[in-house]
């Protein structure tokens, strides 16, 4: 709405002239309603503390946070789960810094999002002549963000809320920053004029019908496989064709692994996955159809030792530069997931697609041999608790909740936590991502619960969750249901580490022993417990999940239990002379 009557008279109307007057505050209300845009994640502060509070009266839901970079974390988890930007809002310089982590989290992992900042004068920052919370934003942004924009003049503020919606979610989705400078939130502008300025944004992520021929080369090659193999990536889960998908992979037969946010796209205890038989499937398959998944360092870039030289690439993405980024693509198909996955149901034949009978079998027997082999170890009950034992645990709890989500970060909680805890549904397992990032954990907590009002198990590796952990006030603040499970084994990795001089610091890796975080929620309404084995840690899950209130479950893991680095010890760097930190 155009803001007329709460406005005192302009000069032009005490003179006797009526002409209704608007701001830039309300422009980018109004903008952000226009296009569909309900819920803002920020932190206040000069130039942009009306803005908020105008937001929420105009009906906007305003998620005020303690860090911008727990805000837009929250707006970019938004972002995945609706395919809408979600919106950060920051103030000038540090804030805006501060979001800009997330930003940059944003576009590394594809997720559509926009930070929009309050920035301070033009002039005085062009000269550098030091304002309050000097710098020059848009320029900071622009390595990090797919789009940076600024607005000048309040007319624009219609045309740069459109053009950030449409670079944040056409194509491959990312991060985009949209400065507004102070002068322009409070310039006064016509109010007609202004309405008029506004742009309703049509089709922002328009299909992208990849062509027939791309369809036909890839199901030739798919045809020819003996041994063919579909990996789901995040960009899968992302593009919301489900069924299609679904269907694809049942009607050829062909087995799949999920990546880790891609998990639960079909049922992990679906017969056709091979996740249990992972380094089989990498090493053997001889046709390979990657759907919305980048061969990057998460999947050994493609190659050799993981991958068998000889095999050959289907890959389905929206980008085309994605294309022979790692390794040669001999079939690509560039178009969006869900026109693409009709496309391959509309064309496929039926039977055109074999795997190989003895693929199958060898698939099925690696993964009970595999099954077995970690069933003593999932089934041991180690005092104090190991990683697995208290996610068997978890995963008991959850096993009949599939509308739960799961935010998980840490090392080896990140890890261990990926392979125990099965997804039954699409777009449920939120994690560390492509950059192996610590401090989503609240904030993709909150942006989950936030967007679906569904519960939230965020389970943290204890370091993870210092990242983002005074977001705990804010979780008590909106009564969100979140239960945060803390694996305190005391340290990064582990947490008996010891300083290597002898002196009296710890070592830099160990934190305070046995830390009550359950008290840390405590301070804010919340529940904490503090559990020592499998059974205390079940008990107090399914507890705190039927009371739908925030709470902290402080799990006590054996300090001994982890590995460094969990499962990415191998990247390391070793010195070539040996001995570094030892
Ligand atoms: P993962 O980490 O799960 O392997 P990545 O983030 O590496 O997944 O890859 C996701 C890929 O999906 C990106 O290359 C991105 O361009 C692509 N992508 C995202 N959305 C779509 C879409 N709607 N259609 C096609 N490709 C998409
Ligand atoms: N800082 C940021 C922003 N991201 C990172 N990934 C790291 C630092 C380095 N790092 C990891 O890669 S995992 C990790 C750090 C600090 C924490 C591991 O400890 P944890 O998990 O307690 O969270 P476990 O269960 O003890 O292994
Ligand atoms: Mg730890």
Request: net charge negative; glycine share 10%.
């Amino acid at each position: 709405m155009i803001a007329t009557e709460t406005k005192a008279p302009s000069e032009a109307e005490s003179n006797g002239h009526k002409s209704a007057l608007t701001d830039g505050f309300h422009l980018v209300v109004d903008a952000l309603k226009l296009n569909g845009i309900d819920t803002i994640y920020g932190v206040p502060g000069i130039p942009i503390t009306d803005l908020a509070r105008l937001a929420q009266a105009e009906g906007i839901r305003v998620i005020s946070f303690r860090h911008e970079q727990s805000a837009g974390n929250a707006a970019a988890i938004a972002g995945y789960l609706t395919q809408k930007p979600g919106i950060c809002l920051t103030v000038s310089a540090p804030g805006f810094l501060n979001g800009l982590v997330a930003v940059a989290n944003a576009t590394t992992n594809g997720f559509p999002m926009i930070q929009i900042s309050g920035s301070s004068d033009r002039a005085i920052i062009d000269l550098q002549q030091g304002d309050y919370e000097e710098l020059d934003q848009m320029n900071a942004a622009k390595p990090y963000t797919k789009a940076a924009f600024r607005v000048n003049k309040p007319e624009d503020i219609g045309i740069g809320v459109a053009r950030a919606i449409h670079a944040a979610v056409s194509g491959r989705p990312g991060g985009v920053y949209l400065d507004l400078t102070s002068d322009v939130l409070s310039a006064a502008l016509d109010a007609d004029a202004g309405e008029k300025s506004l742009v309703h944004v049509v089709d922002p992520s328009p299909r992208q019908i990849p062509s027939p021929e791309s369809i036909q080369r890839a199901l030739d090659l798919l045809a020819s496989a003996q041994r063919p193999l579909i990996l789901l990536g995040k960009g899968a889960a992302y593009a919301q064709a489900d069924a299609d998908i679904r269907s694809f992979i049942e009607k050829t037969g062909i087995p799949y692994l999920p990546m880790s946010m891609a998990k639960g796209l079909l049922p992990d205890n679906h017969p056709q996955s091979a996740a249990a038989a992972r380094s089989v499937v990498l090493a053997q398959a001889d046709v390979v159809m990657l759907i919305g998944a980048r061969l990057n360092w998460l999947l050994g870039h493609g190659k050799a030792p993981q991958w068998s030289p000889t095999a050959r690439f289907v890959q389905v993405d929206i980008s085309p530069t994605e294309i022979d980024s790692n390794r040669p693509i001999a079939a690509p198909v560039v178009g969006d997931i869900g026109s693409a996955m009709s496309a391959f149901l509309a064309m496929l034949k039926p039977g055109q697609i074999q795997p190989q009978t003895t693929w199958i079998k060898t698939i099925a027997e690696r993964k009970e041999h595999n099954i077995e082999r970690m069933a003593a170890s999932l089934n041991a009950n180690p005092s104090p608790m190991n990683f697995t034992s208290a996610l068997r645990a978890i995963r008991d709890v959850l096993d009949d909740k599939p509308e739960i989500y799961v935010v998980n970060e840490g090392a080896n909680t990140l890890d261990i936590g990926r392979n125990i805890i099965d997804m039954h549904e699409p777009r449920k397992r939120l994690d560390s991502g492509t950059w192996g990032v610590m401090g989503i954990g609240m904030g993709y907590a909150i942006g989950a619960a936030v967007t679906s009002g569904k519960p939230v198990v965020a389970i943290e590796g204890d370091s993870a969750f210092g990242f983002s952990g005074m977001e705990i006030e804010t979780i008590c603040r909106y009564s969100l249901p979140i239960v945060i499970v803390i694996f305190n084994n005391g340290g990064i990795y582990r947490g008996d580490d010891v300083n290597r001089s002898g002196g009296v610091d710890p070592a830099p890796m160990v934190f305070v022993k046995a830390a009550r975080y359950d008290k840390l929620i405590e301070a804010f309404g919340g529940t904490g417990h503090h559990v020592t084995d499998p059974q205390g840690l079940a008990k107090a899950l399914a507890d705190a999940l039927a009371s739908g209130k925030p709470a902290i479950i402080n799990c006590i893991i054996d300090p001994t239990a982890g590995t460094e680095s969990g499962h990415i010890q191998n990247l390391n760097p070793k010195s070539q002379i040996g001995g570094a930190g030892k």
